[in-house]
């Protein structure tokens, strides 16, 4: 790794906001400065207003707006009447808020592994893990690429059981044409800053066709009282704040751009890096991925992160460790191997960076600096993963 250092002394960040963000300024300081002026800071005119124009956009007939993507799980877990002695089953491959959903309710998280090519779960493992304590299935739409949802339907059909999407990261990707968050029972949606639609600090949403079930997240996230002082049932307080409100409808009028955006970028990605040993990710034909992230495999994960920070190149992992083979789930009683195809893929796993803000000549610099790290045989570059 010796003569590498980085000769044009480029900077490519994991992840910038700053610059999608500059060009809308004079929008949010008077949207934030409307806000302060009316003081509704808590739900209030802008919330409803960006509920109206989200629940639109996910082609869904109500959008809720709550204070993270982890209240949107929680509360769909509780609209759904589940807790203890009920399992839910999801993939060990996914942030850890997926599985504190099922956790906080009382209920048993069921893992079932993912499909290699997509990082999602695969339908065919789901139907051994149905039992008679079985509500529920959390497909994530992991990385912003849809998962296979026709075959979790037809099983969620056959066996009643509810299907809530994670679509946390993926605001704006679309299965057979309809953007994901409406296929399910419910959808839920995280706007933490660095996702594809991200709020100035916390946020959350969740999204159903069902208006019964609307009115029961409306008010669980407002202590349980649709009307004030009279608690219907224990709640929270789950509530979006109205300057998250306002922010996110500037920014949701941008969100296709800022997708195509992503989509180019992972296109580039593609061409660049297909002649390299690494497994590239892939977008299923009938799906838009909303490219949260771009993930590459390789055995040799640890040696190539390394390799392209040293050039000024950030990386993540999402993620190093499988749900299954957490400490916080030891009482599970998984064990390595449980799940293969999740372990290998977070052994191998590299994000690259990909965000509305990346230029052109970032994006030559990692794939140029990736070639270089097999070129200079940093790898057993013959062996494909
Ligand atoms: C971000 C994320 C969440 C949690 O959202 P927060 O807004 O951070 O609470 C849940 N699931 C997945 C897959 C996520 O990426």
Redesign the pocket.
């Known amino acids: 790794m010796s003569s590498h250092g980085n000769p044009e002394k480029l900077k490519v960040p994991y992840l910038d906001l700053k610059p999608a963000i500059v060009p809308l300024m004079p929008e949010f300081t008077a949207a934030i400065k409307s806000v302060i002026d009316s003081c509704a800071f808590c739900l209030g005119p802008e919330v409803a207003q960006f509920e109206a124009e989200f629940a639109e956009f996910c082609g869904t007939a109500h959008a809720v707006g709550l204070n993270?993507?982890?209240?949107s799980?929680h509360l769909a877990m509780r609209a759904h009447d589940i807790g203890p002695g009920h399992e839910v089953i999801t993939t060990p491959y996914?942030?850890a808020?997926?599985c504190w959903a099922i956790s906080y309710v009382g209920a048993k998280p069921v893992f079932a592994d993912i499909q290699r090519d997509t990082f999602n779960i695969d339908p065919r493992r789901i139907e051994e893990k149905i039992t008679p304590r079985t509500r529920a299935i959390i497909p994530?739409h992991?990385y912003g690429q849809p998962c296979d949802l026709d075959p979790l339907i037809n099983i969620a059909e056959k066996h009643n059981l509810h299907i809530v999407e994670?679509a946390?990261?993926a605001h704006g990707a679309s299965y057979k044409g309809r953007r994901t968050g409406g296929f399910g029972t419910m959808g839920?949606f995280?706007?933490?800053p660095a996702?594809n639609l991200g709020a100035f600090g916390?946020?959350?949403a969740l999204v159903t066709n069902n208006a019964a079930l609307a009115d029961r997240i409306r008010s669980l996230r407002e202590h349980g009282s649709s009307k004030k002082y009279l608690h219907e049932e224990v709640g929270y307080n789950y509530r979006m704040e109205g300057i998250q409100g306002a922010v996110l409808r500037i920014k949701l009028a941008h969100l296709q751009e800022w997708n195509n955006k992503r989509r180019r970028i992972a296109q580039r990605y593609h061409e660049g890096l297909s002649a390299t040993p690494l497994r590239l990710p892939i977008e299923q034909p009938h799906s838009k991925s909303a490219w949260h992230l771009y993930v590459i495999r390789h055995p040799e994960r640890d040696k190539l992160k390394a390799f392209l920070e040293n050039a000024g190149i950030g990386c993540g992992l999402h993620y190093p460790k499988p749900m299954h083979l957490q400490q916080c789930y030891t009482s599970l009683g998984h064990k390595p191997g449980d799940f293969p195809i999740a372990e290998e893929a977070a052994n191998q796993c590299l994000c690259l960076p990909i965000y509305p803000g990346l230029n052109d000549e970032m994006v030559e610099y990692v794939i140029t600096t990736i070639h270089r790290f097999f070129a200079d045989g940093n790898s057993f570059s013959g062996i494909t993963p």
Request: proline letters at 0%; a negative charge; glycine letters at 14%.
């Open positions: 993270s993507g982890t209240s799980l996914t942030f808020a997926t994530v992991l994670d946390a990261q839920c995280s706007f933490y996702k916390e946020g959350g």
